[in-house]
């Protein structure tokens, strides 16, 4: 697997990418948190159509969860939780036959048109005002947004905006994936 383009989208989202183990502030492990269970529960809800219970409990949505960090990390923990969660990611790729590798592909490509390209900017990084989210590109964002950033990544600028939790929002020039021709050829 190639990670240049999450690489890429974890520096337009100004998220820190770590060449070795660190256990990180509590803000980026509930965020780790959220984003690994929510896409999750959206495999196990929306695609195999499994409503999990909790103490009796449906749980039908995967934004529902809240995180909340209260323990100490434990390294050998988290490589051994991630692998097992990529080994049971690759068992469901085999057991239902998912195109996951052209899947995996498209959706990185997706992911990096999260962010705004601003080919003609020259105002440099800084925190956009309100008034000025649309990027002169008549771009809105949902209500979310607490505040849109330009960043520059490889020579080029990017508009980001994010939600009072650090997650990236989607612009209104975001398309979702289209994954109808690669499931119609499995």
Same mark, same amino acid.
């Given at each position: 697997?190639?990670?240049?383009?999450?690489?890429?989208?974890?520096?337009?989202?100004?998220?820190?990418?770590?060449?070795? &183990?660190?256990?990180?502030?509590? =803000?980026?492990?509930?965020?780790?948190?959220?984003?690994?269970?929510?896409?999750?529960? *959206?495999?196990?809800? #929306?695609?195999?159509?499994?409503?999990?219970?909790?103490?009796?409990?449906?749980?039908?949505?995967? *934004?529902?969860?809240?995180?909340? $960090?209260?323990?100490?990390?434990?390294?050998? *923990?988290?490589?051994?939780?991630?692998?097992? %969660?990529?080994?049971?990611?690759?068992?469901?790729?085999?057991?239902?036959?998912?195109?996951?590798?052209?899947?995996?592909?498209?959706?990185?490509?997706?992911?990096?048109?999260?962010?705004?390209?601003? $080919?003609?900017?020259? #105002?440099?990084?800084?925190?956009?005002? =309100?008034?000025?989210?649309?990027?002169?590109?008549?771009?809105?964002?949902?209500? *979310?947004?607490?505040?849109?950033?330009?960043?520059?990544?490889?020579?080029?600028?990017?508009?980001?905006? =994010?939600?009072?939790?650090?997650?990236?929002? =989607? $612009?209104?020039?975001? #398309?979702?994936?289209? &994954?109808?021709? &690669? %499931?119609?050829?499995?």
């Amino acid at each position: 697997m190639d990670s240049a383009k999450i690489r890429k989208f974890m520096q337009l989202a100004g998220q820190g990418v770590q060449e070795r &183990l660190i256990s990180s502030d509590p =803000k980026t492990r509930a965020l780790g948190a959220q984003l690994l269970l929510s896409e999750v529960l *959206e495999y196990v809800i #929306r695609g195999l159509g499994v409503v999990p219970q909790i103490n009796g409990a449906p749980l039908t949505d995967p *934004e529902a969860v809240t995180y909340e $960090p209260v323990n100490t990390p434990d390294p050998e *923990e988290m490589v051994d939780g991630l692998a097992d %969660v990529a080994y049971t990611m690759y068992w469901n790729e085999c057991a239902f036959g998912i195109p996951l590798k052209h899947a995996f592909e498209l959706v990185c490509d997706n992911n990096l048109e999260k962010f705004v390209c601003l $080919p003609t900017w020259t #105002r440099g990084e800084c925190e956009l005002q =309100k008034s000025d989210w649309d990027c002169g590109l008549g771009i809105s964002w949902p209500a *979310e947004v607490a505040k849109v950033q330009v960043l520059k990544i490889d020579n080029d600028y990017f508009a980001v905006g =994010k939600d009072s939790r650090g997650k990236v929002r =989607k $612009p209104s020039s975001y #398309r979702p994936v289209d &994954l109808t021709a &690669l %499931v119609a050829n499995s």
